[in-house]
């Protein structure tokens, strides 16, 4: 079955960087679009960045040219580099991929202070 993995969330002053990280199993990783999401807390859950299986990106407005999603196929892994934090980047952080139906991590946390 679909597995996500979500790793590598913290505390954090702003200005500082985190790596998130997607251990991805039960299905083709390598031909799969993977998503990030974040949900903050009393707001919806809102996409942050998309990576298709070609590497293709695409990422929310009000993290461009701060954060940087990647893939190892060959280690079933998504990664989100997040430099520049803000506090407004606080949320829990979801892994996502969409076959046949939503799959999600359990997320991981990030905190970002003032």
Known sequence: QVHL?????????AGGSLRLSCAASGFMFS??????YRQ??????EVVATITAGGTTNYA??????FTVSRDNAEKTMYLQMNSLKPE???VYYCNTYIAANYWGQGTQVT???
């Open 5 to 13: 993995v979500e790793s590598g969330g913290g505390l954090v002053q």
């Open 31 to 36: 031909i799969s679009t993977m998503r990030w």
């Open 40 to 45: 903050a807390p009393g707001k919806q859950r």
């Open 61 to 66: 407005d009000s993290v461009k040219g701060r």
């Open 89 to 91: 980047d606080t949320g």
């Open 112 to 114: 970002v202070s003032s």
